[in-house]
């Protein structure tokens, strides 16, 4: 059994890869898929169904065993190995349709796809937990409103890649074409309507321009990020100081790794409850750790932020040269130093204390508005004393005789409060 499932990992993620690669396939492609290592095809054949050495295990058998932990190409080997093992020994055929409610077949899929990713670098790579919530919110869907806005969807794709090849042809090197397609996006694509009923001129696709991205939108502005280090060289702590709080700019964050949190800072947080997860490598973090293909989720209440960072694995860095040109050297700088981020950094929305802080320097560079703000005195004088004493104040000193109607009848007082009213006997 096992025989034949390492010949037919190889035919599927060795042979055939090779034969599409060979065939020049891949020639323009970003990222040329790289087929899977015969030595890690080869361990197939040693997968220990039984008591044995707990690496030899598939991931689903071992003692430390997490719904959340990412497998590695060996790890997906050994459990697509032990998935046929458990075929060729059970009584119970396999289900003839796809059930996420089956652990063989989750196992399975997941290993399959995870080794899939592998070979073609497709991020983020999932755990079997993530795997099953995916595959139970799959809806198949033939010639339904779904595929026609999918369709939709390729057309404005087609149109998003025709801005960008007129930028580039009016450019002409001189820089100018990043503001030429930034500019063309919001004239050639539109916000298609797919409606239940038909318009006037008997159309169901009602298209709009597109609106402005909004900022405190956590799509619009462009909340995942990628991070390339080395996950078994860095520590939380290092991750903490040099990353999130010096190149992200967060003040207060939540660290959170498969959904749980491992680090959190803030006014009502005991700093002694995460303390013990900083000096941990991030392979080694609660929750499976951090490693090739992990998303990190970080947040920040106190300056409304959060940002998903896609995490890379890369242990061999590498250099420019100073004495030849075009010549590359291993990287001899700290390991703190050795990273990449790559994608638009998320900006802290204004907070409430900016917004006043803003009010009260307006308000200094403007004291006269202040002035005009202040509450009229009005004096009022007893009936009793001669009309000639009658008059009028206000705050700034200025007398004014009282209001009188056209006729000569005195005008009616208006309704003051007693606290702001001043009588003269």
Not at 32 to 47: E, H, N
Not at 200 to 217: F, I, M, S, V
Not at 305 to 322: G, I, Q, R, T
Request: aromatic share 6%.
């Amino acid at each position: 059994v096992l025989s034949k499932a390492h010949d037919s990992l190889t035919a599927l993620f060795v042979t055939e890869i090779e034969k599409q690669i060979g065939m020049d396939r891949y020639k323009t492609a970003e990222k040329v898929p790289v087929p899977v290592s015969l030595d890690d095809l080869a361990k197939c054949t040693t997968t220990i169904t039984g008591e044995g050495e707990d690496h030899l295990l598939p991931p689903t058998e071992r003692k430390d065993y997490a719904p959340t932990q990412i497998w590695s190409p060996s790890d997906c080997i050994q459990e697509l190995a032990s998935c046929f093992l458990d075929v060729a020994t059970s009584t119970n055929q396999p289900l003839p349709e796809f059930d996420k409610d089956d652990d063989m077949a989750m196992r399975f899929v997941t290993a399959a796809s995870n080794l899939r990713s592998y070979v073609f670098q497709i991020d983020p790579i999932q755990s079997l937990y993530s795997a099953k919530g995916i595959a139970g919110n799959i809806i198949p869907a033939i010639a339904t409103t779904n595929a026609i806005v999918a369709g939709l969807q390729v057309l404005q794709c087609f149109h998003i890649l025709k801005a960008q090849l007129s930028a580039s042809s009016k450019s002409d090197g001189n820089g100018d074409g990043a503001v030429d397609e930034t500019s063309n996006l919001k004239k050639t694509c539109r916000y298609t309507y797919c409606l239940r009923d038909k318009t006037r001129k008997g159309y169901y696709l009602q298209p709009t321009t597109l609106p402005d991205p909004n900022p405190n939108c956590f799509v619009c502005r462009n909340a995942i990020i990628s991070l390339t280090l080395n996950t078994q060289e860095w520590t939380l702590d290092m991750l903490l100081a040099r990353v999130i709080k010096k190149e992200l700019g967060f003040q207060e964050p939540t660290i959170l790794v498969g959904g749980d949190i491992v680090y959190e800072e803030g006014e009502d947080i005991d700093p002694s409850e995460y303390a013990i997860n900083l000096p941990k490598k991030l392979v080694n973090l609660p929750s499976g750790g951090v490693a090739h293909g992990s998303v990190i989720r970080i947040e920040d209440y106190s300056q409304d932020l959060e940002v998903d960072v896609n995490v890379s694995h890369k242990d061999v860095w590498m250099m420019k040269a100073d004495d030849v040109i075009g010549k590359e050297k291993v990287d001899d700088r700290e390991e703190i130093d050795k990273f990449e981020i790559g994608g638009k950094k998320p900006v802290a929305a204004a907070t409430a204390a900016d917004s006043s802080d803003g009010a009260k320097d307006n308000a200094a560079q403007d004291p006269a508005a202040e002035e005009d703000d202040d509450d009229d005195i009005e004096i009022i004088v007893d009936d009793d004393t001669p009309a000639k004493d009658t008059a009028a104040a206000s705050s700034n000193g200025k007398k004014r005789k009282p209001d009188t109607e056209e006729d000569g009848n005195k005008a009616k007082k208006a309704k003051v409060d007693t606290e702001d009213v001043i009588e003269i006997e």
